[in-house]
C-alpha cells in the first residue's frame, strides 16, 4: 500500500556526482520550504557523522532520527562522541 506522507526522491540519481547529504537535504528543503525535514539514519552512521561535509549544519538545520541497528546501543555512541554531546 502507499502511503502518501512518504515519497520517494531521485534527487540523488540525478547528479552527475553522488551529493553530500547535507546538498540532498537541502534540495529537499527547496521543494519543501515550509515543511520539517527529517534525516533518517542508522546507529552505525551516527558514529562517524561527525566526519561527514558540514555535519555540524546539518544537525542544526534538519531533524535527525536516528534508529538503532544490531547491538548498538545510542546513549554509548552519544556519550563517546563529543561531537553528539553538543549536537
Not at 9 to 28: A, C, G, N, V, W
Not at 30 to 55: Q, V
Amino acid at each position: 500500500d502507499k502511503n502518501e506522507k512518504f515519497e520517494v526522491s531521485d534527487i540523488e540519481l540525478r547528479k552527475e556526482r553522488q551529493p553530500f547529504t547535507i546538498e540532498t537535504l537541502e534540495r529537499i528543503q527547496e521543494k519543501y520550504p515550509n515543511k520539517t525535514i527529517w534525516f533518517t539514519t542508522g546507529s552505525d552512521n551516527l558514529r562517524e557523522l561527525n566526519t561527514w561535509e558540514k555535519a555540524d549544519e546539518l544537525v542544526k538545520r534538519f531533524k535527525v532520527l536516528v534508529l538503532e541497528r544490531d547491538e548498538d546501543c545510542l546513549e554509548d555512541i552519544i556519550n563517546n562522541n563529543r561531537f553528539l554531546e553538543v549536537a
